[in-house]
């Protein structure tokens, strides 16, 4: 009889602990939904201060921003964390293609971030077209030496949820330079890593081997123009005359990771972080990667201030910087919180645009992954259903390393890859009601988390 009269009352207790939970996040959706600043903070990040590549004077200008939008959050504490990032720089560049018989054609195109260029000088070399790796590693390196190498190799469309194809399509960004150069390419052109049917390049980090001699440049066109290209690599022969101005400076720059945080009521030495990257590429104005994920994060502490919600266990956003050529920023963040002895007990980063949430990537062991599962039935008013993939996110990857329980939030990855690196990354693409849920849901979990620990 006890037995059950004890079971009976901890299901009842589960059950006013839910409703609970549920109303919390009823009111955590109504104060975003009709009162959020995330949509403005994002047209402010956008339009007055633009792409921000880390090393630039406009991520100087990001962080002023930052700090200044954490403090108006309401924030207990604002800080800046040092961190030395590289400064590459673009520079001009044009790509003209020549068929036999035919004009110059000027192609829309991208230098790849980290890359180095021609010095300014136009060289030009015949095109040696590949459809993939595979067919690559078969030409002897005759056939390749002082030749511009294009890869077409394309992103899978049949591919649902998009982040697949991108780790799948994205090898070619920072393989098929290094390839190249080991058999004596003059240059490299890939189509660019993308979902779109339209003909904006996409960008995109790499890093060049040790082992490679050559540091060749590699550029990214557009699925239109690369479909024009492969047409007339069919008919003949066809020049390319490519001129990049791009390169990598000497020194390291000082900048900042944007860190506020709210003090925990019961548990302040257990900190649970949000967090998105400061940085962008220097094409559009870097709106879904990743100005969506830091104005959510920054929406989490005014949310919580302005519901006079004070969570247990510390809460803490962070903007991180470098996470595009880089990741100093998640670094540093990461040796801080180990010098310092700080207990982290869970992790999110929103870095996937700021389209409608459809659930939560979850990388932690299964124990704590079932605690988690059990507040899926909350948000699914929120239209957030997913908790089956294991994701993180690149700026607390170090943090998941050290053992610390991660997620990220999962929008709808249909459009992402669209607009991903790309000049067409800009704040009219984002739509206020999808960013605005993007946060509910980062606000929920945090809240979820930060209140009843993850055990």
């Given amino acids: 009889m006890k037995s059950r009269l004890l079971t009976a009352l901890l299901a009842v207790t589960a059950l006013n602990v839910f409703a609970q939970d549920s109303l919390t996040l009823r009111h955590i959706s109504d104060e975003i939904m009709l009162h959020g600043t995330c949509y403005d903070n994002l047209r402010v990040l956008c339009k007055k201060v633009g792409n921000r590549l880390s090393g630039s004077p406009q991520a100087v200008k990001a962080v002023k921003w930052g700090e200044k939008a954490m403090l108006e959050a309401g924030a207990d504490k604002v800080w800046l964390q040092p961190v030395d990032v590289p400064h590459w720089v673009r520079g ?12 110059k054609t000027e192609l829309s195109m991208l230098s790849i971030g980290n890359t180095e260029g021609t010095g300014g000088e136009t060289w030009d070399a015949p095109i040696v077209m590949v459809k993939d790796l595979d067919e690559f590693n078969k030409l002897p390196a005759d056939e390749i030496k002082d030749k511009i190498i294009f890869f077409d190799y394309h992103f899978k469309q049949d591919l649902i949820f998009t982040f697949e194809g991108y780790g799948d399509a994205v090898r070619y ?46 550029v990214a066109i557009g699925n239109y123009s690369a479909d024009w290209l492969v047409k007339k690599c069919k008919q003949g022969e066809v020049t390319a005359y490519l001129s990049a101005e791009a390169h990598m400076l000497p020194d390291m720059v000082r900048s900042y990771n944007v860190i506020g945080e709210i003090k925990g009521s019961q548990h302040p030495e257990k900190i649970v972080v949000v967090g998105g990257h400061l940085d962008s590429w220097d094409v559009g104005e870097g709106a879904n990667d990743d100005g969506t994920g830091c104005v959510q994060s920054i929406e989490v502490i005014r949310t919580l201030k302005a519901l006079g919600i004070r969570p247990k266990c510390t809460v803490r956003a962070v903007l991180f910087m470098n996470e595009e050529n880089g990741l100093k920023g998640g670094l540093a963040y990461a040796d801080s919180a180990k010098a310092r002895n700080e207990e982290h007990i ?35 008013p929120y239209g957030v ?71």
């Fill in 92 to 103: 001009e560049e044009h790509l003209y293609v020549k068929a036999e018989g035919g004009r």
């Fill in 173 to 218: 960004r920072w393989l098929a330079p290094n390839l190249a150069a080991s058999k004596g390419a003059m240059a490299v052109i890939i189509r660019s890593v993308s979902t779109g049917e339209d003909d904006f390049p996409h960008t995109g980090a790499m890093r060049y081997f040790d082992t490679v001699k050559r540091h060749i440049p590699a």
């Fill in 346 to 380: 869970f992790a999110l980063e929103t870095d996937a645009g700021g389209f409608s949430p459809r659930g939560f990537g979850l990388d932690m062991n299964d124990k704590k992954k079932a605690q988690v599962l059990k507040y899926k039935n909350l948000f699914l």
């Fill in 385 to 455: 259903y997913d908790f089956n993939r294991k994701e993180g996110g690149a700026d607390i990857s170090p943090l998941t390393k050290a053992g610390v329980p991660s997620a990220g939030l999962l929008p709808d990855p249909q459009r992402y890859f669209d607009l991903h690196h790309t000049d067409n990354d800009v704040f009219e693409n984002v739509n206020h009601r999808e960013l605005k849920l993007g946060a509910v849901a980062v606000t929920g979990l945090v809240y979820l988390i930060s209140e009843h620990d993850l055990k």
